[in-house]
């Protein structure tokens, strides 16, 4: 019985320490201004892509389509609610910027207008949905940055062709374990090569979006606690790190890496912005199958 009993310990142990990941995904709290605040830095980012891409009509209607997922009708209905008039004067000029995109001989000077124009409103609209103590949190800032470095890594994979999630942070030991599997832009390529680029309006959201993420981090370290100070430098370390990779045009693991075990981690320890405490599944069955051996050997041990 006892040979039995150390047999089924070991096989257990073994079983949950194959299966254990170095990472783990990591989850975050969830703040509805850290999101708006998000949300309004990335529709600047494709407004502005937008503009710049104004002769071509294939890149501009992509930032226009992506702008759209940050900023909309919804957006709009809710600012209209407390200042209907700045609701109105915003809508207009987004609707004037958007009917630039779709013109043969739009004027490129005129669509960085209209796009100044946008920005301005929205940091109006952000005075005005956001208090004030929110804006000057550092916690909600961090989180605010978090949103943008997701942004960020799914421009950065569908630039690439990436397969998988980079997003995701079970996917790093997936590809380590899967090197050659056919995971584009991911393993298996020379350091001294550069990723090749499937999507050019992909890619330029990711670099502009790193780029705005680290304007974004200026403004965290001017209002954190002296504490947080040891975190925050390896975060900006990390963020300068991560646009040199994206301009470089690193795999997809590279930028991933950076991202989840250097920025990620740093803003945790700095603010306490993780949702639930991030504890090895794999690790938690083994003690739970352990403690259940134990307790079935006392029960054949009294009989």
Known sequence: MKRTLVVSLMVIIFSGTMVVHPAFAHTFVQNSDASLIAQIQEFKVESKLMADNISNNTLSQWHLSKSQEYWGNNEIGVLSQTNSTLAT????????????????????????????????????????????????????????????????????????????????????????????????????????????????????????????????FSNLQSIAPSNTSPYLDKVGTALNELKQKIDARDTGMDVMMVVHLQIHPNLISAFDISAVPEFPIPILLVMISFIGVIAMSRIFQRK
């Open 89 to 216: 004067q915003l809508s207009t000029s987004i609707d004037n910027l958007y009917s630039m995109a779709g013109q043969q001989n739009a004027d490129p000077t005129m669509a960085n207008q209209k796009a100044d124009e946008t920005s301005q409103l929205l940091d109006q609209a952000e005075s005005q949905e956001v208090s004030s103590s929110s804006q000057n949190n550092s916690t909600v800032q961090a989180l605010a940055i978090v949103n943008v470095i997701n942004e960020v890594l799914k421009d950065y994979g569908t630039a690439i062709g990436s397969t998988i999630d980079l997003t995701n942070m079970d996917n790093m030991n997936m590809n380590s374990s899967s090197s050659g599997n056919g995971m584009s832009g991911m393993s298996g390529m020379s350091k001294t090569t550069s990723t090749p680029i499937v999507n050019v309006a992909a890619y330029q959201s990711a670099q502009a979006l790193a780029g705005t993420a680290q304007n974004m």
